[in-house]
């Protein structure tokens, strides 16, 4: 899958777009096929590590999740063993 990613923190040209591994859910997780997405504070804050304090929860040196977007709408297309409030094909 296309993803966008980085690996050290900076201004919008250390993003690029990256085929990554698609992930499996593990138990108590959906996975999801991401049909809209979009940039937000948040991931402009996480990018650049500001406030600085940030870095201690999220990667001091690199970012510990280099893949951003997390408000995204899509399909479900797979579920954890543990998962009973969604289904594969639930739209969210």
């Known amino acids: ?3 966008a990613v980085y690996t050290r923190y900076g201004s919008p040209e250390v993003l690029s777009i990256a085929q990554v591994e698609r992930p499996e859910p593990e138990a108590n997780e959906v996975r999801i096929r991401i049909h809209a997405t979009t ?3 948040g991931d402009v804050r996480l990018r650049k590590a500001d406030p600085f304090v940030m870095r201690f929860l999220f990667g001091l040196f690199k970012p510990k999740a280099p893949i ?3 408000e995204v709408a899509g399909v479900v297309d ?6 009973t409030r969604f289904k594969v094909g639930d739209r969210v």
């Open 39 to 41: 940039v937000t504070s």
């Open 78 to 83: 797979a579920v954890g063993n543990k998962v």
């Open 68 to 70: 951003l977007g997390h």
């Open 1 to 3: 899958m296309k993803a």
